[in-house]
């Protein structure tokens, strides 16, 4: 039988993604006994204190053993932390250093959503692609720059090491992690027993952009202001390099610096974030709103809108204009 480990790390974190996995596995496990097969997993909350309170106290966890007595484990799983993200990782050194030990030892480990920080701060996340919550992807970028954030997939899998995207979306890696140390049909019975999506691939359509604006480049800001104030203008980055008298490729190079982004993908974000929202809240069509945000080509307005979020205009406007469904 493996071990598989759930951490409860200290302060105040989020409770639903330690529950959520405890219950999928518990019920996968229940799910393969039922075939006549014996547990693939022993399932245990592991932390550093024999309880932690959650939110002001209305509820608690008492992890079934201290970290410490976990000589050996399988699969390690990393639940989402609380906003100061800072403040966790220096609560927590401990279980960082049992993390990173663990996994020398040949134990796997899937963070979920901000918990992303925590392993991080372990250093196996650098060089490697990872996600977490898009609202939490400016923070990350700024405290773990070794690390290839890509928060528009929803799952990572590289060399034993599992991430996601945001919030509830973490049933969808639970669901993966299921699938690998199961199998197919068990996964697939989990799914429909929690009634989660199977085999969700992007957090795409989910991310608000909002500008990454915590960097000290002020030229870049006022480039960024600039674009934002100008949707519906054909906004070339030769203009906007001129517009503050730098050249073009130094523009570029202090752009992707600042923000994670090429000046080109920046003005595609914030052009597609606006026309999302009038789709979302409008009755306007889908041309109105691509000449709204400064596109004159359906193809090509087609193209960035699909790359951004996974869907095409039409279907966006399907699932989240509620007079479109009517």
Known sequence: MKHLTILVPEGENNLSSIVGAYKLFTRANEHWKKAGRKDVFKIQLAGLSKEVKFYDGLFSVKPHTPVSAIKKTDL???????????????????????????????AEIASICTGAFLLASSGLLNGKT?????????????MFPEVNLQTDQLITDEHGIYTNGGAYSFLNLMLYLVEKYYDRQTAIFCSKVFQIEIDRKSQSAFILFTGQKQHGDELVKKAQTYIENNLQEKISVEDLSSRFAVG???????FIKA???TPVEYLQ??????AKKSLETSRKTVNEVMYEVGYSDVKAFREVFRKITGMSPVEYKGRYNKEAQV
């Open 130 to 142: 990872c996600s977490t919550h898009w609202a939490a992807a400016e923070n990350f970028r700024n």
């Open 269 to 274: 974000r914030v052009k597609i974030e606006s």
């Open 259 to 261: 923000t994670g982004n």
């Open 76 to 106: 390690i799983i990393v639940p989402s932390l609380n906003h100061n993200y800072e403040k966790a990782v220096k609560g927590n050194k401990l279980l960082i250093n049992w993390i990173a030990s663990q996994y020398k030892d040949g």
């Open 248 to 254: 073009r490729r130094n523009f570029d190079r202090r």
